[in-house]
């Protein structure tokens, strides 16, 4: 049997070496294993329940209830919200940018600029100052 190339470190035999297209790891690592904990706090954030919006009433996770709360919180001049806010909307628009099919890359742009034009000084005409805790969106925000 003659072979024309080299068999040794880094050079396995032909036989042996994987087939275009062939993964040395099939199965791939495995996925990481919630703890009750987690799995209980995902469940309790998917839970749905009744809130008014804007005067109707609509079924909301409860993630998403908390978040209008922190937004209502940060127009009100609580900075931890602010950031919390500023952070997830970051957060979404990167993956938005990732997959151009999520709903949420508006409404998080819109968010950001708004937060922006309300609390950073920078932004706006320091002639007139805005109060903290009240809100340039009305009294009902």
Known sequence: MTRDYDVGYGRPPKRTRFKPGQ???PSGRPKKKRTPAEAEAKLLLEDKFMMRVNGKARRLTAYDAILRVLIRQGMD????????????????????AANEKDRHVEGAEILIQAIRE???????????????????FGAGC
């Open 77 to 96: 001049g609580n900075m931890r919200a602010i950031a919390y806010i500023l952070k997830r909307a970051e957060v979404l628009m990167a993956n938005a």
């Open 118 to 136: 309300t609390f950073l000084p920078s932004d706006r005409d320091e002639s007139e100052p805005q109060p903290i805790g009240t809100s340039p």
């Open 23 to 25: 993964s040395g790891n």
